[in-house]
């Protein structure tokens, strides 16, 4: 990733995406209105398995670098809890659910 100042403060980050056996995908930070972004390539998106409006996490990596997914990082910690409680209340679960 690299960074560089414009001179209005806005400051432009370049991202690259390594796809593991596969090219490397470079990212322009870009002005929306008020707001930056980046637009993902057509084949970016098919190998997220993601489409328009779905939400993407980018999660920062112990390297210093970064993981973007379409995968909730929290969503293992949730199931565990989830399933911790019906094995817990296994009984009182099942007379509700009558």
């Known amino acids: 990733m690299s960074e560089s100042l414009l001179p209005n403060g806005f400051m432009v980050i370049t ?3 390594t796809c593991r056996g596969s090219a ?3 990212l322009k930070v870009r002005k929306f209105g008020n707001s930056l972004g980046v ?3 057509k084949e970016v998106i ?3 398995r993601t489409r328009d409006g779905e ?3 980018l999660i920062e990596a112990s390297e210093g670098g970064y993981l973007l997914t379409p995968y909730d990082p ?3 910690e949730k199931m565990a809890k ?3 409680i019906i ?3 296994r009984n009182t679960l099942h007379i509700l659910a009558k």
């Open 55 to 57: 939400p993407l996490f």
């Open 74 to 76: 929290g969503f293992e």
């Open 15 to 17: 991202i690259v995406i």
């Open 87 to 89: 094995s817990r209340y």
């Open 24 to 26: 490397v995908v470079e």
């Open 46 to 48: 098919n190998r997220l």
């Open 82 to 84: 989830a399933d911790d």
């Open 39 to 41: 637009v993902l390539p």
